[in-house]
């Protein structure tokens, strides 16, 4: 039987490569973005192992509790008088201050050195001791020394064209300085670390520039021969002051690649999604192909029932075809995953998440994950068919095939509709009773799931409704309008995979058009400015507080209101906050405040939401304690009481001083100006630009060109999506294609007799076609309808963070379904020849 | 024989009226046709063979055949299995391309029409009937009569289809789908699709292979009839000498050959040469 298996599957070749194709493709995906990931892990632990290789114990500042953002972990800075303690330690053979912070390289002529996807720009201080610098290497020049030189990372140096002994401005939090270039900098066998800019000071220059003079961010400290790290770090520690530490390199190794690897995670689990739903649309392919391979093979299969083949010999043989398919198409979409992986780099780089990468790292973990999840996908898919199979009489061996018209049951239309009404009710409770949001996700599923149930039922109607047109082009348009109809289970399987892609696409179009419209509508209630002061690439996490000042001194400018950002963790909940001078703030800010006011501020005010003030019953003059990971707890007295999120859209806010104080100097996100009284804007808008030629980290854009780059933000995440989402709807395509030359191969005596009675070619292939064109326009406007009631649903849950506005991008949703047409008839292409090449012959004459 | 009754019927039913209207223009035989009544065009074949295979595995089904089918006649074509009987009727149908040799239908030699060309002469001049699955399982009885006249975009000849479907006693099967009907009911459908477009030929190819006794009779005698009351020309292969007994003339073929033919056949007569011919 195994035999037979495998011969039956290799006979059919056009039919065994497309559905392995549709497997393969997710299998793809999914293998990818493991290799993906597990290559980014290794990068982060190979950079953070190099960067601190030599290095046996690291002295710091005792945190409050381990906060990670992005690669660097918030520490407050420790007094250089620990350095004398650390070097009298026995067994310490060197040891140096470290300092670390924001520095902002610019090139000869002025412009910044960006980087691609906003990774960090970061100045150093660069040991003296080259057993401490890991692998950080010179690889021209000289070591900086002095107040006036600079080392730089020989990326930036090649690729902005910045020679040795140039001279070159570098932006700090604090005043930008002059520095001449000495030296460049690679690490290990790379010119820059993990796609970020470097400059390197020497130690008192960086605790100028970057830190704080007497201050260092930690002491880095290597053995003498002999000793252990943890020896060493035992020693230290006795001698230590209160609220410092000591630890080895490779715990600070350890957390550092934790902390990347949570963020990975994400990264990883999102792909994973789009990974999820490309084997799902897969599945729907695998169904369709055994159901129908079953339907034509029924007399061969009543035959081998005839000559005494049991049920389960019959359901096995199956069920080992699927295994068979599945173990293939997975092989094959494990070897697609690794250009899938280095697409997906691709393709993050263009969009502007750029991360460091090392060789493709294909874990074993990786192969076996995802020959059982594609395998697994397929037999499973198998399993109905399968057992559909076993109920083939004996007898039908006998009788004239003809292919069942496979109308749908009345139990599985009762159980889709129930399935439905029960998402609707849950996303109608979710949005206006105000119930959880735990039930919008399954609520959203349901629906999904329940309108694939019912389908079938609307396969009918909804190709004969979609035919009419056809009807105008003849016979070949009226015979494909009913083949279309004649099997709806087949045609709404096949539609349903193209309707789960567009389902997706559509809600994320809808969900991002509601967003940029709101957009303006957000920024009109809760910002009074004129012009906005941003960093100058959308990715970048603020600017230097340097540049308010600069923009506070043009003249025509009234007011700046500079706002920054942290995370902290308040009333035991980790929390983003937003950080505001309380003196400007009320006049760029429109917060809606019920109590108190923002000038109220100081160092130990706190100004809460109203929806946070509701859910924990604050009340003006409560206490909140906010903790911060550098200086620990800190006592908060609730001063106001906000209504309008929207520019700021945390739960608390407290003043940029107060920030300062509890997490050190921050930069600057953003600053909202407000014009003097009769300025005029463009004119300012021009000084502002002019008074900014020294801060290249930021620009000034008026409300126009802001709204424009943050809806560009978001068309670029759109973007993003819809790419992924679009492996789904291409594994769609391909069960169209499949659906059709089962079609094909299954109506071939009929395709001979209209051939034989006077069907030309150029008919034929226009029935197919048409076929091909209804199936995709049912799958294609029936995911638009649900994408655009999902996206709706979406929108609306997200109401209260200000998308209020609804907008439905109908020329998108439009483009969409003609496309889908048009790919209707593309996937036709190969099925129509072969129907039109059919042997009139061999249909018509008896076998 | 065939010459008289063609005559005889020629004009005389107002459909054949009908007839020259849904000609004109469309059909580009109609320049060679009466004005007054359709000619029922002899086909002939010149010198066919046809092979199948190449090299060693080479096989003849046909050899060099010369025969010349008579307008308004009804032919049946017989021999043993592998005589090459059906393989001739496909080439005189524009089924199937002779390997060497012509076949003409009227005038038109139709061995070197390109395939478009070859499918409209089928669509337009010739009617099918073949052994089994006439018919397509989608549509109607109605609609399948009435199929190569919808393929052609135009409109039946409503008078004239009536008239077929009654002569066959189909009219109360046309709502039927071809699986709600019985075998010889599927043929009598098929039978008036082929002479629903008035074709110039009608070829059977086993027609009453599939059917009982009783509606394999019914099925030659409707055939008779188109025959010698419509002036069809019809060709018919079979092995059933009853079925042969039907038409006018009998060809017999042997290995690729003609090898005799009979006029005014009856079964017995074409039983014993079956016999002869040892078949």
Redesign the interface.
């Given at each position: 039987m195994f035999t037979a298996t495998l011969r039956g599957m290799l006979a059919h070749k056009v039919r065994l490569a497309l559905t392995v194709a549709s497997i393969a493709l997710g299998v793809a995906f999914l293998a990818g973005t493991l290799v993906l990931t597990d290559t980014m892990r290794l990068a982060f632990d190979q950079l953070f192992g190099k960067v601190s290789a030599g290095t046996d114990a690291v002295v710091r500042a005792e945190a409050a509790y381990s906060q990670s953002e992005g690669i660097s972990t918030s520490r407050a800075p420790i007094p250089a008088s620990v350095l004398n303690q650390v070097r009298q330690v026995d067994g310490v053979r060197t040891a140096e201050g470290a300092v670390s912070g924001y520095a902002l390289l610019t090139d000869n002529g002025g412009k910044a050195v960006l980087t691609s996807g906003g990774a960090p720009t970061l100045g150093y201080s660069l040991p003296a001791d080259p057993s401490l610098r890991g692998d950080v290497k010179l690889l021209s020049g000289n070591a900086p020394s002095g107040a006036h030189q600079v080392a730089i990372d020989a990326t930036s140096a090649e690729e902005h064209h910045i020679a040795l002994g140039s001279t070159i401005k570098v932006l700090f939090r604090g005043p930008t300085q002059e520095f001449t270039v000495v030296g460049t900098v690679g690490f290990g066998g790379e010119k820059n670390l993990g796609g970020t800019t470097g400059a390197y000071f020497d130690s008192a220059t960086a605790q100028q520039v970057l830190g704080a003079p007497g201050f260092f961010d930690a002491i880095n400290v290597s053995a003498d021969a002999g000793v252990a790290p943890a020896e060493l770090v035992q020693r230290i520690d006795a001698v230590l002051p209160d609220g410092t530490e000591a630890v080895t390199g490779a715990t600070v190794v350890k957390e550092s690649t934790d902390a990347v690897n949570e963020d990975l995670r994400f990264v990883g689990i999102l792909f994973m999604i789009f990974a999820g739903i490309a084997l799902f649309v897969g599945s729907f392919i695998i169904w369709n192909t055994f159901t129908m391979t079953i339907t034509q093979r029924s007399r061969e299969i009543a035959l081998l029932r005839a000559i005494g083949a049991t049920r389960r010999q019959v359901n096995r043989s199956l069920i080992v075809e699927a295994l068979l398919l599945g173990v293939l198409a997975s092989s094959v979409g494990i070897g697609l995953g690794l250009l899938v992986a280095k697409g997906l780099k691709v393709l993050m780089d263009v969009v502007g998440f750029s991360l460091p990468s090392t060789s493709m790292q294909v874990q074993p973990r990786t192969i076996i994950v995802s020959l059982l999840v594609g395998t697994l996908v397929t037999v499973v898919a198998a399993l109905v068919p399968a057992y559909r199979a076993t109920k083939v009489l004996p007898v039908e061996a006998l009788r004239e095939a003809?292919p069942g018209s496979g109308n749908p049951s009345r139990k599985r239309i009762i159980s889709g509709a129930v399935v439905t009404v029960a998402g609707l009710t849950g996303l109608f409770t979710t949005l206006y009773a105000d119930a959880t949001m735990k039930l919008f996700g399954p609520s959203l599923l349901a629906i999904i799931v329940g309108v694939l149930m019912l389908l079938p039922a609307a396969a009918r109607p909804l190709a004969s409704l979609i035919g009419v047109p056809l009807r105008l082009r003849?016979?070949p348009g009226?015979?494909a309008r009913?083949?279309a109809m004649?099997n709806p289970r087949r045609t709404s399987s096949t539609a349903a995979a193209l309707m789960v892609g567009l389902t997706l696409v559509v809600s994320m179009g809808v969900f991002a058009s509601s967003l940029k419209a709101s957009f303006g509508d957000v920024i009109g209630d809760s910002v009074n400015a004129d012009l906005f002061v941003t960093p100058s690439s959308t990715q970048a996490p603020g600017f230097s507080p340097e540049v308010i000042n600069a923009v506070k001194a043009v003249p025509g400018v009234g007011a700046v209101a500079a706002s920054g950002w942290g995370e902290a963790r308040f009333n035991g909940a980790d929390s983003s906050y937003a950080a505001v001078d309380p003196a400007t703030a009320a006049e760029g800010l429109n917060l809606g405040l019920s109590a108190g006011s923002v000038s109220a501020l100081g160092l130990n005010g706190v100004v809460v939401s109203q929806s946070a003030a509701t859910s924990h019953g604050w009340k003006m003059g409560d206490v909140i304690k906010g903790e911060f990971a550098a200086t620990g707890a800190h006592d908060l007295k609730v001063v106001g009481i906000y209504n309008t999120k929207g520019w700021i859209g945390d739960d608390f806010i407290i003043s940029i001083a107060a920030q300062t104080a509890a997490a050190g100097q921050q930069l600057t996100a953003s600053g909202l100006v407000k014009l003097a009284p009769g300025a005029d804007q463009a004119t300012v808008q021009q000084a502002i630009t002019a008074a900014m030629a020294d801060h290249p980290d930021a620009k000034v854009l008026d409300r126009k060109g802001y709204e424009k780059e943050a809806s560009g933000f978001i068309d670029k995440l759109l973007t993003f999506v819809t790419v992924m989402l679009l492996l789904a709807v291409l594994i769609a395509l391909l069960g169209i294609v499949n659906t059709l030359v089962l079609s094909v191969f299954e109506r071939t005596?009929?395709l001979g007799?209209?051939?034989?009675?006077?069907?030309?070619?150029?008919?034929v292939r226009a029935m197919v076609r048409w076929e091909s064109v209804v199936i995709s326009l049912i799958g294609a406007l029936a995911g638009a309808a649900l994408g655009i009631g999902l996206g709706l649903g979406l929108s609306q849950a997200l109401a209260d963070e200000g998308i209020k506005a609804i907008s439905i991008p109908g020329l998108q949703v439009t483009l969409y379904v003609v496309l889908a047409a048009v790919a209707g008839v593309l996937a036709a292409i190969g099925p129509a020849r072969s129907a039109a090449k059919v042997d009139?012959?061999k249909?018509?004459?008896?076998d | 024989m065939g010459a008289s009754s063609q005559n005889a019927f020629a004009g005389t039913t107002p459909l054949d009226r009908g007839a020259e209207t849904s000609y004109k223009g469309i059909n580009h035989m109609s320049a060679t046709t009466s004005t007054v009544a359709p000619t029922r065009a002899s086909a002939r074949a010149e010198g066919v063979s046809k092979f199948y295979g190449t090299g060693d595995a080479t096989i003849a089904a046909l050899k060099d055949v010369y025969v010349t089918l008579e307008a308004g006649q009804f032919t049946a074509i017989m021999g043993p299995s592998g005589s090459g009987k059906s393989t001739l009727l496909h080439m005189l149908a524009g089924l199937d391309r002779p390997s060497s040799g012509e076949v003409y239908l009227g005038d038109i030699q139709i061995s070197s029409l390109n395939d478009k060309a070859l499918t409209l002469l089928r669509r337009d001049q010739i009617g099918f009937i073949f052994q089994s699955f006439n018919l397509l399982p989608t549509m109607s009885a109605a609609e399948n009569i009435v199929l190569p006249i919808r393929i052609a975009g135009r409109k039946p000849d409503q008078a004239w289809v009536t008239s077929i479907v009654d002569k066959l006693g189909l009219a109360d099967r046309l709502t039927h789908r071809p699986t709600e009907l019985s075998g010889g009911q599927q043929q009598r459908v098929a039978a008036a699709r082929a002479l629903a477009s008035r074709p110039q030929i009608v070829f059977a190819d086993e027609p009453t292979g599939a059917l009982d006794s009783a509606s394999g009779t019914e099925l030659l005698g409707f055939l008779r009839k188109a025959v010698k009351e419509l002036g069809q020309t019809v060709v018919m292969v079979t092995h059933d000498p009853t079925a042969a007994s039907y038409a006018d003339r009998v060809l017999f073929l042997a290995d690729g050959h003609v090898v005799d033919e009979m006029n005014e056949p009856t079964a017995d007569a074409v039983l014993d040469f079956m016999k002869h011919l040892g078949a």
């Open positions: 003809v003849g016979l009226e015979l009913q083949n004649r005596r009929e007799l209209l051939r034989a009675v006077g069907m030309t070619r150029a008919q009139v012959l249909a018509v004459v008896a | -």
